[in-house]
């Protein structure tokens, strides 16, 4: 059971963005949160966020089928801790921090744009493939990563 939990914690460690617990800088006025509150509702961030968790309960439970019985207990728990309630206060804190109000208001007047709008939908099928591809990449390469492993492990090891 230990290792099932080690298991599901590495997989939501590694398939959700790390979003720090932040408190807004000086430079991010209540205005500026206000306004990226306003930017990640045109974005569209909580069906992404929605559907982030329904593909990691998923994940789970292609990983692991025992764990389908509990299957809303999985999902429950990631939406509790990581869905779009839990950390769109998190969200706007950050871009308010690394942007200005007034660059806030210019990105979401781009992303009410048609093409802004296009490119909400088409970006999760975007970085998708652009994940795809790297993986294809990393896979043709798998051997030559292997071999310098290998290697290495061995020239620490000699010189001990």
Known sequence: MLKLISKILLILFCTLPLVAKQTPSLASSKEAIKSALI???????????????????QMQLQQNPQLLIIKPTIHNFFTKYMGWEAL?????????????????????????????????????????????????????????LQKMIEEALKDHHSSK
């Open 39 to 57: 930017l990640l509702e045109t974005m569209h961030m909580k069906d992404t966020y929605e559907g982030m968790i329904e593909r990691i309960t």
């Open 88 to 144: 769109k206060k998190d969200i706007a804190y950050t871009y308010a921090s690394a942007y200005t109000q007034k660059e806030i208001e210019e990105i979401n007047r781009f992303y009410q744009s048609k093409v802004g709008q296009k490119s909400v939908h088409l970006m999760p099928q975007l970085a998708s493939k652009g994940a795809q591809i790297g993986q294809q990449k990393l896979m043709l390469h798998m051997p030559e």
